[in-house]
């Protein structure tokens, strides 16, 4: 059975989107989408290019509130900054919340995207593993 995951950060254009292409390129049964406290309504071009550099960029991935996503179901909520923890809703089924935090690379060189990419992949996929 296919288990859903939702990545919070307060953006939505680097870290949440990251993590939700990450997590839909390297756990199996797991799916997972994104959405920003307050959206940034665009992906940061260095998000995408580093995932388009490791072959994981998918054109359906974008910046979106997280109104559109309310109404569904999921098995676990990951907030991925401190902002959207503190902002995070309650969903009407009892789900699960997890907060893993990252710096935000937006403003700075593209290596720290590299940097980024690879804290989410060796830090967040285990901790998602370890609580679905």
């Known amino acids: 059975m296919l288990k859903k995951v939702l990545v919070m950060c307060t953006g939505n254009s680097c ?28 992906v940061h071009p260095n998000a995408k290019k580093v995932l388009e550099m490791n072959g994981i960029w998918r054109d359906d991935y974008f910046s979106k509130s997280l109104d559109t996503i309310l109404d569904e179901e999921f098995d676990l909520v990951v907030t991925v900054c401190d902002n959207a923890k503190e902002r995070c809703p309650l969903f009407p089924k009892k789900t699960k919340v997890i907060h893993v935090g990252f710096s935000d690379p937006d403003g700075k060189d593209f290596s720290e995207f590299e940097k980024t990419y690879e804290e989410i992949k060796t830090t967040l996929l285990p901790k998602i593993k370890e609580s679905l």
């Open 15 to 42: 870290r949440s989107i990251i993590a939700e292409a990450l997590i839909n390129s390297y756990l199996d049964g797991v799916e997972a989408k994104s959405c920003g406290s307050n959206p940034s309504g665009r």
